[in-house]
């Protein structure tokens, strides 16, 4: 069945092509990010992850052929990756996030060794910081990483991290990710996604931050081990980088993928950056706001309110002038959420971050479409938005700018509510979203 959408939540169908599974109830899925207990996407719970059985079904539902590329522009911790892999697809992935980029690559490429030596080498690391623990200068330490955690806590966390920096092992960036999924477990603040709020106490989950780290290892080890990396044949990769610029889809020849199975930002969602900003502090690959904005920020698509610019906007609005089944609606939703925006004291400008989303979905699109071969498939999930209780139809609109860039769209589909989460806070809108199922054809 061909299912298109006649405005948000109707969905019509018409002849053709077979229906995308409904999610299964597994729990897993979206509003929970990736999954605790699935093979690789333990490793760090990432909030905007996919669920990986979710992913299998939608790219089994593709028919491809066993050793097709499959493609995801907004590629995360690969949860698309590890399940095309599990299913005997080759993989390419672009993620603009630096840190989770380096996370998704060691999922997906060949381990440097047995993985017992992974578990064997995070114990000696851990014994070394046990007979002997670093003395720390806290005052060198961001607030919000002095703050999450009790001194004896931090002090031992630090000790490890030095201790794995100063090893020189090729385990390195596994135990990397080892501590630095151990953070949020033994922290006593609440750091849950997507905030961090080091103002309310709470016992940590786990007290023995040697103890976890250690577990989360063996967690990896366990994963590893499960995997053929000898016999697999195809390659598996993740790209950091953006995907609104052709240079990040070098690795990919033109026509050569069967399929994308992908989850772009939403709309006025939240903030990567922000929202792994423990992480990143606490291994020191930013040091401030403004070194978060300038490398990890940089490369991403502008989503929020805080990351748009009146320069961006207004040469996007440009862009977007040339796209003539969208102009119309985009400007009037610039309009509109402009007199909304003058209506208040301190308006958001969500009318300069409209403009400039939908330019950047619209280069990525150019690029997927010819990266994909003819006929083939790409499935989205995107959520729809309300900023001041605009509607934006951000699922519809990516599947209008599509078929500018050769697609056309064959399925739109309602997966579930989303926003309830706000529903008791009296100053929001009340326009009902959902997360939509979106299913591109390459023509
Ligand atoms: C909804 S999440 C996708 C998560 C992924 N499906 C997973 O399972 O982990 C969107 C991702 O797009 C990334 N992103 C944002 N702008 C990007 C860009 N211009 N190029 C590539 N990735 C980008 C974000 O950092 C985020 O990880």
Not at 85 to 97: K, N, P, V, W, Y
Request: glycine fraction near 8%; aromatic fraction near 8%.
């Amino acid at each position: 069945m061909q299912q298109t959408t006649d405005g948000p939540g109707t969905t019509q169908k018409t002849a053709s092509s077979t229906a995308m599974p409904p999610e299964p109830g597994s729990g897993k899925g979206r509003s929970h990010g990736t999954s605790s207990s699935e093979p690789f996407d333990r490793w760090f719970r990432y909030p905007a992850g996919f669920a990986s059985d979710y992913v299998a079904l939608l790219l089994q539902q593709l028919g491809l052929k066993q050793g097709s590329l499959i493609v995801d522009p907004f590629a995360g911790t690969a949860v698309t990756g590890t399940s095309a892999r599990r299913l005997g697809h080759s993989f390419i992935g672009i993620e603009a996030h630096p840190a989770i980029a380096e996370l998704a690559s060691i999922k997906l490429q060949k381990p440097p060794g047995e993985p017992n030596l992974l578990v064997e080498t995070g114990r000696l690391l851990v014994e070394k910081v046990s007979a002997a623990p670093l003395v720390y200068a806290a005052d060198n330490l961001p607030d919000l990483v002095r703050r999450c955690f009790t001194s004896e806590v931090l002090s031992t966390l630090i000790s490890l991290r030095e201790t794995i920096c100063a090893s020189g092992s090729p385990w390195s960036t596994y135990l990397k990710w080892g501590l630095l999924s151990t953070l949020r477990d033994v922290a006593s603040v609440r750091v849950g996604w997507p905030y961090q709020n080091p103002n309310m106490q709470r016992k940590p989950r786990h007290s023995d931050p040697l103890l976890r780290f250690v577990r989360r290892l063996e967690w990896m080890a366990e994963d590893i081990r499960k995997w053929d990396w000898t016999t697999s044949g195809q390659s598996h990769a993740v790209v950091a980088g953006d995907s609104t610029l052709r240079s990040s889809w070098q690795s990919i020849a033109p026509a050569s993928a069967a399929g994308c199975v992908s989850s772009p930002p939403y709309l006025n969602n939240f903030d990567y950056a922000d929202a792994t900003r423990l992480e990143l502090y606490f291994w020191g690959e930013v040091k401030t706001w403004a070194e978060m904005c300038s490398t990890v920020r940089a490369g991403m698509v502008t989503a929020t309110t805080q990351q748009s610019s009146v320069v961006a906007a207004r040469s996007a609005e440009d862009f977007l002038a040339k796209h003539k089944k969208v102009a119309d609606e985009i400007k009037a939703l610039v309009a509109n959420l402009r007199d909304q925006r003058l209506l208040r004291p301190r308006g958001k400008e969500y009318d300069r971050v409209v403009p400039e989303y939908f330019a950047s979905m619209s280069q990525v699109l150019a690029n997927l479409s010819s990266a994909l071969g003819a006929n083939s498939s790409a499935v989205w999930l995107v959520g729809d938005s309300a900023p001041y209780g605009v509607y934006i139809d951000t699922p519809g609109i990516i599947g209008r700018l599509a078929r500018e860039h050769g697609f056309s769209l064959e399925q739109d589909v309602k997966l579930r509510k989303r926003g309830q989460r706000w529903s008791g806070n009296s100053a929001r809108h009340n326009v009902e979203l959902s997360e939509r199922l979106i299913v591109l054809r390459r023509e």
